[in-house]
């Protein structure tokens, strides 16, 4: 397919269009993850300005929704809304990777150039990754209304404890958690297939968002053991992570930001271009 092939990293892309190789996907193993993991701490050791502060607006933006909700008289969707609000956590680590990316090739770090890159990436493929986040999320809500219509019958409740003693205490509730749950989890598991490294690939090279996707889901499919461990941990963390009131996104965030960038640096390679 032909495409822009203009870089905004000076990946080494050919000034002509023409024919571009797919990035080849790497088998990987659970070792490889742990180096991740040790390379995206170090990451967020060596500038913790950058993390802490990206991590705090994610984390006001999740306290946001909820109290919206409890606002709109609607608390009984705080649950299933701050569920779906980190289902954005791939879009908003963005400035994450590119704070990575600075830190492996020597490059300076500031503000004013971690955003001028997000900035450039608003007229780019990157913007309709998010926008496929988005209609992940919305399908998310969409579900949980769904359930609470089958489950749960068309009420509303007067707060949130009422609607978790609805939830926990019947056998209607119980199978909206458990219904729930599962439809989540595997809308989860198709968005982390999409996305664990599409974003990073597309903040490094100037490639479409389909071939982005592809790559990433070819990533998952490669090394599945290794690859869907990690999004367990990811939501392991961040589940954790969202209990004080989204505080331990302040410190999470970051570190899984920076951790994704290098697990997609081990998952993929860029090929020589094809004239």
């Not at 797919?22 to 390379?39: E, R, S």
Request: proline share 5%; net charge neutral; charged share 10%.
């Amino acid at each position: 397919m032909s495409d822009n092939t203009s870089t905004p990293h000076g990946s080494g892309a050919s000034a002509t269009t023409g024919l571009r190789p797919m990035p080849k996907v790497n088998k990987i193993t659970v070792n490889d993850v742990i180096d991740a993991f040790a390379a995206g701490l170090a990451d967020f050791r060596r500038a913790p300005v950058y993390g802490l502060a990206i991590g705090a607006f994610f984390a006001l933006g999740g306290l946001f929704v909820v109290l919206s909700a409890a606002a709109l008289n609607m608390s009984y969707l705080s649950y299933p809304a701050a569920a779906g609000f980190v289902l954005i956590g791939p879009f908003a680590a963005v400035g994450l990777y590119e704070v990575s990316r600075r830190l492996q090739n020597g490059e300076e770090l500031s503000w004013s150039r971690i955003f001028g890159t997000m900035w450039a990436q608003k007229g780019r493929e990157l913007s309709w990754m998010a926008f496929v986040v988005l209609f992940i999320q919305i399908m998310w809500m969409y579900q949980v209304r769904l359930l609470l219509a089958l489950f749960l019958g068309f009420r509303s409740f007067a707060s949130f404890d009422e609607f978790l003693t609805q939830v926990i205490s019947t056998p209607e509730g119980l199978m909206f958690l458990a219904v729930g749950h599962v439809v989540g989890a595997i809308l989860s598991l198709i968005l982390f297939s999409l996305t664990v490294v599409s974003f990073p690939l597309l903040m490094e090279e100037d490639r479409d968002f389909i071939t982005a996707m592809i790559t990433s889901v070819r990533a998952v499919f490669t090394s599945p053991v290794p690859m869907i461990g990690w999004a367990f941990v990811v939501t392991a963390v961040l589940i954790v992570s969202m209990a004080p009131a989204f505080l331990g996104l302040v410190v999470s965030l970051p570190i899984l930001g920076h951790t994704t960038w290098h697990l997609y640096k081990k998952c993929v390679e860029i090929p020589e271009e094809t004239l």
